[in-house]
């Protein structure tokens, strides 16, 4: 089967040496594989940084899908195939930002992640109600250990989003467009940030 376009979504990288973990590695060389296979017409690197970045004005020295454009590029990817979304700094705004910004300009509708396993729960719960029914999506799995990336706590983070997409209708991107990023859900995710900083 072929897709319209690989994605390959950023994360937050070590705040210490601003390296990727290594499944984000494992990502890019997977989705190098696949293009190379002839598998897509273009692959789509999606972030600017995450919010804690954001948060806690860490002055991130690149913006995420520079960095993975440098990769894909490294493993042989040409970079006139690479779309690049650069406003996003989580989950819910790399979908909604990608549908905007690439997506629907260029009449995407057969996609394929290439992620990391255990993000996978959360980000077809994500699919649905950003993308909606009208988009045929797929995942190419990489094996990952959630807790090598410990920036991820995807149980609780489920349960949040959950609750926080609950009124919005499937593929309504629309319906996030006031709450980026000034909604009460991200007020607690700032905080949450925040009090990490004070006990650090």
Known sequence: MTYDCLIVLGTQPDLQTWEFPEQIH???????????????????????????????QLGQPFDECDRLAELLIAQGVDERVIGRERDSTDTISNLCYVKQQLLIPAGFKK??????????????FLVRKVFGPSYEVDYQ??????????????????????????????GDHDWLADKFFDDPFYAEVTEWHLAELRDS
């Open 26 to 56: 494992d990502c890019i060389r997977t989705a190098a594989k696949l293009m190379a296979e002839g598998k897509a017409k273009q692959v789509i690197v999606s972030g600017k940084w995450s919010r804690r970045i954001e948060d806690l």
């Open 111 to 124: 996609i394929l992640f290439v992620v990391a396993d255990f993000r996978i729960p959360r980000l077809k």
């Open 141 to 170: 799995p990489v094996p990952a250990d959630e807790a090598t990336s410990p920036s991820y706590n995807e149980t609780l983070t489920m349960a949040r989003t959950e609750k926080f997409l609950a009124p919005m209708k499937d």
